[in-house]
Nanobody, 119 residues
Framework: QVQLVESGGGLVQSGGSLRLSCLASGFRFKLHYMNWVRQVPGKGLEWVSGIGSESASTSYAESVKGRFTISRNDAENTLYLHMNSLKPEDSAMYFC????????????RGQGTQVTVSS
């Protein structure tokens, strides 16, 4: 079955950087559009960034554009999110998902990785 395992989160000061990873299995990773989404307790899912198969295209939410970079390694079934210039409002649980970008619901998610940015 589909498995998505996120890692790389942590506590970082404002202005700092983190790299999130997502190891995917159970499907042909290289054929799928992949996304990062995030969620703060009590709020809905927020789409952050997406990348097409074979890295053909990338897209970003306005709130992270210029600070975050999404990438993928299809040989290793791994999705990445490089986060720079982190802000306290970036604090959330981050999940990787497959499917079209900019949806508000992604039922297939891993356990997530927590990012906390202190001011």
């Amino acid at each position: 079955q589909v498995q998505l395992v996120e890692s790389g989160g942590g506590l970082v000061q404002s202005g700092g950087s983190l790299r999130l990873s997502c190891l995917a299995s159970g499907f042909r990773f290289k054929l799928h559009y992949m996304n990062w989404v995030r969620q703060v307790p009590g709020k809905g899912l927020e789409w952050v960034s997406g990348i097409g198969s074979e890295s053909a295209s990338t897209s970003y939410a306005e709130s992270v554009k210029g600070r975050f970079t999404i990438s993928r390694n299809d040989a290793e079934n791994t999705l990445y999110l490089h986060m720079n210039s982190l802000k306290p409002e970036d604090s959330a649980m981050y999940f990787c998902t497959r499917g079209p970008p900019q949806l508000t619901s992604y039922p297939e998610r891993g356990q997530g990785t927590q990012v906390t940015v202190s001011s």
